[in-house]
């Protein structure tokens, strides 16, 4: 039935949880799992006062995103070994991380995204956003929601 499933992450404890039955699931279908995280992009521009970042500053907080996104996938590489199952890593550096998201699963072939919600509802949703939200709006392929 599916035989890659994009697992995206943001090192948060509800999508801890969504790796692990993400790997699950793929080791009862038997397919494998790529891993994914969006790097965040920081603007130079700061709103007030009109100060800008210096570009110091701006490869530090560059460099610190790629640690912490190399930490996150490598949680679902370690899962996906500890299974059994077959795992491969990507990173990039989307407009948004539902873009992103979407464009991962694209670009490795996957046939589902299995991903966890943060389950914030009301004003939160509305003010903030979902990336779960849109990538279910937008995606082509099957996603699976994990809580």
Do not use: W
């Amino acid at each position: 039935m599916f035989k890659r499933i994009l697992i995206p992450t943001d090192g948060s404890k509800v999508a801890r949880k969504a790796i692990k039955a993400g790997v699950a699931l793929a080791k009862k279908l038997g397919a494998k799992v790529t891993a994914y995280y969006a790097l965040e992009t920081v603007s130079p521009l700061v709103y007030g006062e009109g100060y800008i970042i210096d570009a110091a500053t701006l490869q530090s907080f560059d460099q610190r995103a790629r640690e912490l996104g190399r930490k996150y996938v490598a949680e679902v590489e370690k899962a996906a070994r500890a299974a059994g199952v077959g795992c491969e890593a990507i990173m990039t550096k989307p407009v948004t991380p539902a873009e992103g998201i979407i464009a991962a699963a694209k670009k490795r072939k996957c046939d589902i995204i299995f991903m966890a919600s943060h389950g914030r509802g009301g004003l939160a949703a509305l003010v903030l956003g979902s990336v779960t939200q849109k990538v279910l709006a937008h995606s082509k392929i099957p996603v699976v929601v994990f809580r």
